[in-house]
């Protein structure tokens, strides 16, 4: 292995840590979710979505992952709806905690790296679909996995029949937070990485 490809595969591997390291202190600093009530704000999409656009769909998995293990500890006491859904379902929540966030840093990845051609669109719509895949998959695998428990009156209230309608209901402001704030941040940051790791190719 060259000396230029060893000092590449060295950058990378700081930037990946330096991104695990943000998820982490961001999940158990208050820093990363922005709590009303039961419903949280989360701010992790921001390094997942940096990582999987810069450094690809393999170490967006690694800071999803990161994300839902984080995710899944905060059930233990640190988030009222991760501690009712922990109280249904050990392994559901775990489910719908972690596994969703794998995917999403994997699909952001994926993304970027089907428009890799044009990085400045491809930066910016990978840093979209990162909280809107963060919100999907988290809702949908809710759905699919806790709509039969103690949650079913709050579906019938809200009419589960209509799942827009209960996308609104439960993501609304804080969906629409999480995808404005990903994007303008995740997009200059991912295009600025993006330059400095090609020139030291």
């Given at each position: 292995?060259s000396?230029?490809k060893?000092?590449?595969?060295?950058?990378k591997?700081?930037?990946?840590?330096?991104?695990?390291a943000?998820?982490?202190?961001?999940s158990?600093?208050?820093?990363?979710y922005?709590?009303?009530g039961?419903?949280?704000?989360?701010?992790?999409?921001?390094p997942?979505?940096?990582?999987?656009?810069?450094?690809?769909?393999?170490?967006?998995?690694?800071c999803?992952?990161?994300?839902?293990?984080t995710?899944?500890?905060?059930?233990?006491?640190?988030?009222?709806?991760?501690?009712?859904?922990?109280?249904?379902?050990?392994?559901?929540?775990?489910?719908t905690?972690f596994?969703?966030?794998?995917?999403?840093?994997l699909?952001t990845?994926?993304?970027?790296?089907?428009?890799k051609?044009?990085?400045?669109?491809?930066?910016?719509v990978?840093?979209?679909c990162c909280?809107l895949?963060?919100?999907?998959?988290?809702?949908?695998?809710?759905?699919?996995?806790f709509?039969?428990?103690a949650?079913?009156?709050f579906?019938?209230?809200?009419?589960?029949?209509?799942?827009?309608?209960?996308f609104?209901a439960f993501?609304?402001?804080?969906?629409?937070?999480?995808?404005?704030?990903?994007?303008?941040?995740?997009?200059?940051?991912?295009?600025v990485?993006?330059?400095?790791?090609?020139?030291l190719?």
């Amino acid at each position: 292995m060259s000396k230029s490809k060893k000092q590449e595969n060295l950058v990378k591997f700081v930037q990946l840590s330096v991104l695990v390291a943000l998820i982490v202190l961001f999940s158990f600093t208050g820093l990363g979710y922005i709590k009303v009530g039961i419903v949280e704000i989360t701010l992790n999409c921001i390094p997942v979505a940096i990582g999987a656009i810069v450094l690809g769909p393999a170490a967006g998995a690694v800071c999803g992952a990161t994300f839902g293990i984080t995710s899944f500890i905060q059930c233990f006491g640190m988030s009222a709806f991760g501690a009712i859904l922990l109280g249904i379902s050990p392994v559901r929540t775990f489910i719908t905690a972690f596994c969703t966030r794998v995917l999403v840093g994997l699909f952001t990845g994926l993304i970027f790296k089907a428009l890799k051609e044009k990085k400045t669109i491809g930066c910016a719509v990978a840093s979209l679909c990162c909280p809107l895949l963060n919100t999907f998959l988290f809702i949908s695998t809710f759905i699919l996995l806790f709509r039969n428990t103690a949650f079913q009156t709050f579906y019938n209230q809200l009419g589960s029949e209509n799942i827009v309608k209960f996308f609104i209901a439960f993501c609304g402001l804080n969906g629409l937070l999480e995808i404005i704030t990903c994007f303008i941040i995740s997009t200059p940051t991912s295009r600025v990485l993006l330059e400095v790791n090609r020139k030291l190719k």
